[in-house]
């Protein structure tokens, strides 16, 4: 029996091969390889898309948060709040924009920063609130931006994981200063490698950005600040933008395959189901669940042929790279005690109905065999 991946990266591509083979050949004709044309169709037809002004193509997802640090001259060892629970990236750019991480919990139900842990992280050198938009959803975007403005934080957004989600008609970037995200392949709106942008509703800021992913230069050979070399592929703009005329219809097929584990899991013991928060339209990067005993169920998976995964097992405030920040275990108990449980299950938008039955029926046998009990709690 064939098996069933994490992620169906030659699905999508079968889907717009043709396309991508066309504008792969007009840049090849044209020599067009650096800040061609089509990177500035994808900027301005991705911007229409997340309902923000301005979107500025970078070279990853990780760029596009430290530009936007940088291009707002975040102070050097100010605090940036973000959840214990998100890609290393988060906290990366932050170090590396000049800044110091500061960690605050999640709630239980979303796994989403947690208003309430976030004001309390706050402090005298704190400058800015960070956010991640987890697994396809807004963070709870209406009392962060309270807490900013109450504050006088600058308001950012982690966006890798909700290209095309939104939050009471409002997507990422339009609530803050700005919004990075990621078009790593396995994204909803993935490239054919890395790339990433920034999308922002301010001018100023998007002009910023611009001049410091450009060796920090205003025109050629002018160079007005210190920038860097983090400009998005041609290439990779012909794909984004021929993914992205079916990101809609690929984002509605992710909500579909969802809400068919919702129905296949309802029943299944020791599965605890991810939630969408009120508000949010959901997207779906990843289908997360919480179960007990999860390295033994994963293992199990695996070994039926099931590609399950587990994202950030280890919260990034336990991590070795950032043990001088002097965080210790029980700090942030809700991440921590999710990133014990969480399992993520194969989810792309070609998946089958079939599938995910075969999912569904691996994952109660795997429970059943190493005894979880009701309730998901290890």
């Excluded at 070279?59 to 596009?64: F, K, L, M, V, Y």
């Excluded at 102070?75 to 500061?102: H, I, K, L, Q």
């Excluded at 909700?162 to 790593?184: K, L």
């Excluded at 070795?320 to 965080?327: D, E, I, N, S, V």
């Amino acid at each position: 029996m064939s098996k069933v991946p994490l992620v169906d990266l030659l699905a999508g591509h079968a889907e717009v091969a043709a396309e991508v083979e066309e504008g792969f050949a007009r840049v090849l004709a044209t020599g067009a390889f650096v800040k061609g044309p089509d990177v500035a169709a994808f900027e301005a037809e991705f911007a229409a898309f997340s309902g923000t002004a301005h979107c500025v193509g970078v070279a990853n997802g990780t760029d596009a948060l430290e530009l936007a640090f940088r291009a707002d001259e975040l102070p050097t060892g100010a605090g940036v709040v973000m959840p214990a629970n998100t890609f290393v990236a988060s906290a990366e750019a932050v170090v590396r924009a000049g800044g110091r991480p500061v960690f605050a919990d999640v709630d239980d139900d979303f796994l989403l920063l947690d208003p309430d842990s976030a004001a309390a992280s706050c402090g005298e050198s704190t400058w800015g609130l960070l956010p991640v938009h987890l697994n396809g959803q807004l963070a709870p975007m209406g009392p962060l931006a309270s807490l900013a403005e109450r504050t006088g934080l600058l308001l950012f957004e982690d966006a890798a994981q909700c290209q095309g989600a939104t939050q009471d008609g409002r997507g990422a970037g339009a609530w803050g200063r700005a919004a990075g995200t990621s078009f790593y392949p396995g994204k909803n709106l993935g490239a054919y490698g890395d790339g990433g942008a920034v999308l922002t509703d301010d001018a100023e800021l998007d002009r910023a950005v611009r001049e410091l992913g450009d060796h920090g230069s205003s025109r050629k050979y002018v160079h007005d600040r210190l920038g860097c070399n983090s400009r998005l592929d041609t290439l990779q703009a012909v794909v984004l933008r021929a993914k992205l005329r079916r990101l809609a219809d690929w984002n509605a097929a992710r909500r579909a395959a969802a809400a068919r584990y919702d129905a296949l899991l309802a029943d299944v013991e020791g599965v605890r189901l991810p939630r969408t928060a009120p508000g949010n339209v959901h997207v779906w990067h990843l289908y997360a669940v919480r179960v007990p005993h999860r390295d033994a169920v994963l293992a199990d998976l695996n070994a039926a042929g099931i590609g399950a995964g587990v994202h950030y097992p280890v919260p990034v405030h336990l991590q070795p790279a950032f043990r001088q920040l002097g965080y210790e275990p029980g700090d942030f108990p809700v991440a921590e005690r999710a990133a014990r449980e969480i399992l993520t299950l194969p989810l792309y938008p070609q998946i089958t109905a079939e599938q995910q039955v075969r999912v569904a029926e691996a994952l109660a046998k795997a429970l059943a065999r190493t005894g979880s009990t009701c309730g998901g709690a290890a």
